[in-house]
């Protein structure tokens, strides 16, 4: 970030005078140089030159490491608590009515300081997709700042703003949600100059109980945009909308809407969509990966993406979408795909060892499973290989949740799995459910915990098998991933030293 003034940070953050510290009209008054250079919310990765900010957390209270972060070289902190000690007499500190609203202010304002183009990208599946798309095809032509990981949340969106530099062009943001009014506190602080609605679909229903909550909550995305700002919506979305299902509309006034998707008539669509391999192998230990993904038309040019799944092509739609208005042509998107990276955890295919695995363990939701289970099934066919789906739960589905994850097990019998390993206890109803409705031969496992999943995997995933690894976060499954890695790890040393007599 630019070297901010730490009375202007006060002002804008309405702090005022804890006792033992230096008073704010000494900071406005004084040594125009008092400025910081960078901002922390943890005192472990500080840096001399930051602003600390004394986040409270549900299992951490920032406050309690102030002192942590001015001996790393902190110049000012934010706090909302009275920590006056002889230790910080000489320490600027602000005290402001909350840590995270200041932040969150702070960042907004930083964000009209710096001039730099916002996008903010909401949806219920596909966010980091369509954001890490986009980056990597926009930076041929522009400096483009993005959210690092997936920080979308009243602390994450911040600290994305705060960390691009002035001269950043375009700076992508991804804004989420669990409860209502969410999403509208982050587009005010974002301010986009052109906001993506992905798609809506069941999640987080504990925190909305409903899908009609939760696409008004992904709608108010709208709230933060200028007057002349763009929304980029998913086509069958609007059609839902428009149709008999709600009572309102998109809340636009003067903004253009810019519809991408599988309706013949969205702006932007895939023509002449076919499945693409090219596998491709990396490491001396067996490991590697397969680079599965499609190929389809825009504007009657071929694109390549490898990445697997029709959800991957919609997310490449809201990419192109974002791109072209920012004035890149089809074929300088067609060229960007060309080199786009897996995506960490989602649908990200390995290679480990014999097994193809598809790493797709970040999160989970009803429509996100689904579209993972396309993407098993489209590799078996290929490759008439054993599909294995080791399966975790779907969290935050409220009331619905038994039923979602019945929902689930009719969905993994009609994927034609073979054999199911669930992971805890909503996973074991979805495994009944599948079990019920299967007419074939499906083998399943259940295990109340990831841990005991990974202490049994050797005894039932065989060579050549093609694995699907999901659920949500609480389940942790990147540690079956981890140890499917270890195994063949052990397994080629092993093979090695036996090749040695």
Same mark, same amino acid.
């Given at each position: 970030m630019k070297q901010f003034l730490i009375s202007d940070l006060a002002k804008i953050t309405k702090a005022h005078k804890p006792q033992g510290t230096p008073t704010i009209s000494t900071i406005e008054g004084g040594d125009e140089q008092r400025f910081f250079t960078g901002v922390s919310i943890d005192s472990r990765t500080t840096k001399a030159g930051d602003c600390f900010f004394a986040i409270c957390g549900e299992n951490f209270d920032g406050h309690d490491y102030v002192s942590d972060a001015f001996a790393k070289g902190a110049v000012c902190a934010v706090v909302s608590k009275d920590i006056a000690t002889d230790k910080l007499a000489s320490k600027t500190i602000l005290e402001v009515d909350g840590?995270?609203?200041?932040?969150?202010?702070?960042?907004?304002?930083?964000?009209?300081?710096?001039?730099?183009?916002?996008?903010? !990208?909401?949806?219920?599946?596909?966010?980091?997709?369509?954001?890490?798309?986009?980056?990597?095809?926009?930076?041929?032509?522009?400096?483009?700042?993005?959210?690092?990981?997936?920080?979308?949340?009243?602390?994450?969106?911040?600290?994305?703003?705060?960390?691009?530099?002035?001269?950043?062009?375009?700076?992508?943001?991804?804004?989420?949600?669990?409860?209502?009014?969410?999403?509208?506190?982050?587009?005010?602080?974002?301010?986009?100059?052109?906001?993506?609605?992905?798609?809506?679909?069941?999640?987080?229903?504990?925190?909305?109980?409903?899908?009609?909550? !939760?696409?008004?909550?992904?709608?108010?995305?709208?709230?933060?945009?200028?007057?002349?700002?763009?929304?980029?919506?998913?086509?069958?979305?609007?059609?839902?909308?428009?149709?008999?299902?709600?009572?309102?509309?998109?809340?636009?006034?003067?903004?253009?809407?810019?519809?991408?998707?599988?309706?013949?008539?969205?702006?932007?669509?895939?023509?002449?969509?076919?499945?693409?391999?090219?596998?491709?192998?990396?490491?001396?230990?067996?490991?590697?990966?397969?680079?599965?993904?499609?190929?389809?038309?825009?504007?009657?040019?071929?694109?390549?993406?490898?990445?697997?799944?029709?959800?991957?092509?919609?997310?490449?739609?809201?990419?192109?979408?974002?791109?072209?208005?920012?004035?890149?042509?089809?074929?300088?998107?067609?060229?960007?795909?060309?080199?786009?990276?897996?995506?960490?955890?989602?649908?990200?295919?390995?290679?480990?060892?014999?097994?193809?695995?598809?790493?797709?363990?970040?999160?989970?939701?009803?429509?996100?499973?689904?579209?993972a289970l396309n993407i098993l099934t489209s590799l078996g066919l290929k490759e008439g290989r054993r599909l294995v789906f080791i399966c975790g739960e779907m969290a935050e589905l409220g009331n619905q949740s038994e039923q979602l994850h019945t929902e689930l097990g009719a969905d993994i019998a009609g994927a034609r799995v073979q054999l199911l390993i669930a992971v805890g206890t909503l996973a074991e109803i979805a495994a009944a459910a599948a079990q019920k409705t299967a007419d074939y031969n499906l083998q399943v496992k259940c295990f109340d915990n990831t841990l005991s999943a990974c202490n049994n995997l050797q005894e039932f995933i065989k060579d050549n098998d093609i694995v699907l690894i999901k659920g949500s976060r609480i389940a942790k499954l990147e540690m079956v991933v981890e140890k499917l890695k270890d195994s063949n790890k052990k397994e080629f040393s092993h093979r090695a030293n036996l090749s040695l007599f």
């Open positions: 840590t995270i609203k200041a932040f969150g202010d702070f960042a907004r304002d930083y964000r009209q300081l710096c001039g730099f183009k916002v996008v903010a !990208i909401t949806g219920s599946v596909g966010k980091t997709t369509v954001r890490q798309i986009a980056h990597h095809v926009l930076i041929q032509k522009y400096r483009v700042f993005q959210a690092p990981k997936n920080f979308n949340n009243n602390i994450g969106l911040p600290l994305t703003l705060l960390g691009a530099d002035p001269e950043h062009q375009i700076v992508i943001a991804e804004l989420g949600t669990s409860h209502p009014g969410e999403i509208a506190y982050l587009t005010r602080i974002a301010q986009p100059d052109i906001a993506v609605i992905t798609n809506v679909h069941p999640a987080h229903l504990e925190g909305f109980g409903s899908l009609q909550a !939760i696409t008004k909550e992904k709608l108010s995305i709208a709230q933060g945009l200028s007057d002349d700002g763009i929304l980029i919506i998913n086509a069958d979305l609007v059609k839902w909308l428009n149709g008999s299902q709600l009572n309102y509309q998109l809340p636009i006034t003067n903004n253009q809407v810019i519809t991408f998707g599988k309706s013949g008539d969205s702006n932007f669509q895939a023509q002449d969509v076919t499945r693409a391999s090219s596998p491709c192998y990396h490491g001396q230990d067996g490991r590697g990966t397969f680079g599965f993904g499609s190929r389809f038309t825009i504007d009657d040019t071929e694109i390549y993406l490898p990445l697997p799944g029709p959800g991957n092509i919609e997310n490449a739609l809201a990419a192109w979408a974002v791109c072209k208005q920012f004035g890149l042509t089809i074929h300088d998107f067609a060229q960007g795909l060309k080199t786009l990276p897996s995506i960490s955890m989602r649908a990200e295919v390995l290679q480990i060892g014999t097994l193809t695995v598809i790493n797709d363990c970040y999160n989970a939701n009803p429509a996100s499973m689904k579209n």
